[in-house]
């Protein structure tokens, strides 16, 4: 089955900064891979997503890329903002299936 | 449209005990899948139900299991309760079904304390 690795497990960045998550995965049959963010106590919400055919999106501070033939995928988030601080996790799926194995998770701290 | 709705929102149950948990996709959808929220395992899927059958499964023991009705809502029992079943149980609904694009959205979550 699918396995995804991310990295870091934490990051501390100032108010400002940029932040980048990676993640890797190991099944070539995946090819949708989602990010969430899920602030403490909260449901983890879709911010971005890219589908293979896809090497890049960007949508305002985000950002993903992919690079399928290494197997890796990034979430890049610019001026970084307190209210950015949250946990994210970036997942991977074959296009069109709803089960979705997830990375253990990126706590994300901004400081002011 | 209204979002996913889990109930309950928080239960404590006693070892031994089983709970059912209820999952009300968003409308239109007729894929539900839950997954388990972990502080130590992450969110670990654990089945995926569309149009009334299980399509997917996840490596959790048969003391799990789940159903979907006509309407798409679905439920989640966990029986013979441990205190490792401790974990923030996740619904999420998605419209469509494989072959097709699909993106996927959470509910709020069902805090389930074992004691």
């Known amino acids: 089955g699918e396995n995804v690795e991310q990295h870091p497990s934490t990051l501390s960045v100032q108010e400002g900064d940029s932040a980048v998550i990676k993640c890797t995965y190991s099944d070539s049959a995946s090819n949708y891979f989602p990010w969430y963010k899920q602030e403490l106590g909260k449901r983890p919400q879709l911010i971005i997503d890219i589908r293979s055919n896809v090497g890049e999106k960007k949508d305002q501070r985000i950002a993903v890329t992919l690079n399928k033939t290494a197997k890796h995928f990034s979430l890049h988030i610019t001026e970084t903002q307190p209210e950015d601080s949250a946990v994210y996790f970036c997942a991977a799926t074959p296009w069109g299936y709803s089960t979705l194995t997830f990375g253990k998770g990126t706590m994300l701290l901004v400081s002011p | 449209k209204a979002g996913v709705t889990q109930t309950p929102r928080y239960l404590i149950k006693t070892r031994g005990q089983q709970v059912t948990l209820s999952c009300s996709p968003i409308?239109?959808?007729?894929?539900v899948s839950w997954y388990q929220q972990t502080p130590g395992q992450g969110l670990q899927f654990l089945f995926e139900?569309?149009?009334?059958?299980?399509?997917n499964k996840g490596n959790f023991p048969g003391r799990f299991s789940g159903r979907q009705f006509s309407n798409s809502r679905s439920e989640m029992n966990v029986s013979t309760l441990e205190l490792g079943d401790s974990a923030l149980y996740l619904c999420?609904?998605?419209?469509?079904?494989?072959?097709?694009?699909?993106?996927?959205?959470f509910g709020e979550g069902s805090w389930l304390t074992v004691v």
């Open positions: 139900y569309f149009s009334e059958t299980q399509r």
């Open positions: 999420a609904s998605s419209p469509a079904g494989q072959g097709s694009g699909n993106t996927i959205y």
């Open positions: 409308s239109g959808h007729r894929s």
